[in-house]
């Protein structure tokens, strides 16, 4: 059976939810296909792993997200392959859709650099299944260890970007006053935080103040870091490094990278970095016509010819301007090259202790008013107002009361292979 529709969008990431709406408050016939129904804000995923935030405050029905956009079609189905020159997506289910513009935005896969072990046991952190599966396993292990006095809890936080450094300060914070709150003191004193990467300094993104803020507060929460040092395995009992050493960890947590998915490998389309497809100034892709790539999936360039990197922001952007360009396709009109409104970066180390350079000028915050301003930008990027009033109460419970949202362990939280296109 085939389709054909003006416009199919494959991914309901940012970037592809971004070009949806655009779309759709045209009144453009639009079909966006997903294999969830669902809508997930990807950045606070560690706070769902961490127990933070709970997953209906990040998650959100991709049908209410259109409600109101009439001539958007919601799909879910999982996608088997795309071909760019045909310009046709073919799902799992034997259904084949045509497009008059096809718009990629299928995301990317954790980039395991090809490191023995890291794909069958690491956990990744890049969708809802992603942190539930590593919260269940926290939780599970943290039981397990109550049950024995002489019981500890190692965790190895793979990546010293923003979201291992999240992640890293959030689990040990987690230790300092919910573990030693709900648990015992006695179990939180045999709990240790890990956090390693090959790179000398966390945040390298960040300027030189922001890495020192960042590297002080991880340790004074109790992250032991093991920086200018790779993964050279990851063993079901820690990982071993390039310096001959070894850090214990009876969990993995991998935050060091991300590439193209299968489906970038399989639609024709030539690759750059990480497996990407680099882009046009306008977005769509070399080689063929009628196709866009974008967010995760795309290496993104800036005014200047610089390569935009992998952000929530630079996606979500880069969205609405395909679909601005798509609009001139169908109305006869010109593209445009895309241009990046830099908003800066942002990364929270912990409570009441974040780190932000805003804007193009970076102006520079820590402490108290980073972390505020963290929580406010967050907020407002948060999709539905459900959604945000439950994250604000997770928030206000969590880092006023220390009370974390409840994890309940009910199924096997064995190590699956995530790599995979998330759509």
Not at 66 to 85: D, H, N, Q
């Amino acid at each position: 059976m085939e389709d054909s529709y003006p416009v199919v969008i494959v991914g309901a990431g940012f970037a592809g939810v971004a070009a949806a709406k655009e779309l759709g408050g045209k009144g453009i016939h639009v079909l966006l296909i997903d294999s969830n129904n669902y809508h997930q804000f990807q950045p606070l995923l560690y706070q769902v792993a961490t127990s933070q935030i709970g997953v209906s405050a990040i998650a959100r029905p991709l049908r209410s997200v259109f409600r109101r956009y009439k001539t958007v079609k919601v799909l879910t189905a999982k996608v088997e392959s795309v071909s760019a020159a045909e310009r046709t997506v073919t799902t799992t289910d034997g259904r084949t859709v045509h497009a008059e513009i096809l718009v990629i935005a299928v995301g990317a896969v954790p980039n395991f650099f090809n490191t023995p072990g890291a794909a069958e046991l690491a956990f990744p952190l890049y969708s809802v299944t992603d942190a539930t599966r590593l919260g269940t396993g926290l939780t599970r292990l943290l039981d397990q260890a109550d049950r024995n006095p002489d019981g500890s809890v190692d965790v190895v936080v793979v990546g010293g970007g923003p979201t291992g450094v999240e992640t890293a300060g959030a689990m040990a914070e987690n230790v300092k006053y919910v573990v030693s709150k709900y648990f015992s003191p006695e179990l939180a004193a045999r709990c240790r935080v890990h956090l390693v990467d090959m790179v000398p300094s966390v945040l390298n993104m960040f300027s030189a103040k922001s890495q020192k803020y960042a590297t002080e507060h991880l340790k004074k929460v109790g992250v032991q870091l093991h920086m200018g040092v790779g993964v050279t395995e990851v063993r079901p009992d820690g990982v071993a490094l390039a310096d001959g050493t070894s850090v214990p960890g009876q969990i993995v947590v991998w935050a060091g990278g991300l590439k193209a998915g299968g489906l970038i490998d399989g639609s024709g389309l030539a690759q750059g970095r990480g497996g990407r497809v680099d882009v046009h100034p306008d977005l769509t892709a070399p080689g063929v016509d009628g196709v866009y790539v974008i967010g995760d999936a795309a290496n993104i360039t800036d005014s200047t010819g610089a390569k935009l990197p992998q952000l929530g922001s630079v996606a979500q952007q880069a969205g609405k301007w395909a679909g601005k360009n798509i609009l001139a396709d169908l109305g006869g009109g010109s593209r445009a090259p895309f241009r990046y409104v830099d908003k800066g970066y942002m990364a929270m180390v912990g409570r009441g202790a974040a780190v932000a350079e805003l804007g193009r000028k970076r102006v520079q915050l820590q402490g108290v008013l980073a972390f505020l301003s963290w929580l406010l930008v967050h907020l407002a990027l948060l999709s539905g107002l459900q959604q945000k009033v439950r994250a604000l109460f997770s928030w206000l419970n969590g880092y006023l009361l220390h009370s974390p949202a409840q994890v309940v362990v009910s199924g096997p939280v064995e190590k699956e292979s995530s790599d995979q296109d998330p759509s």
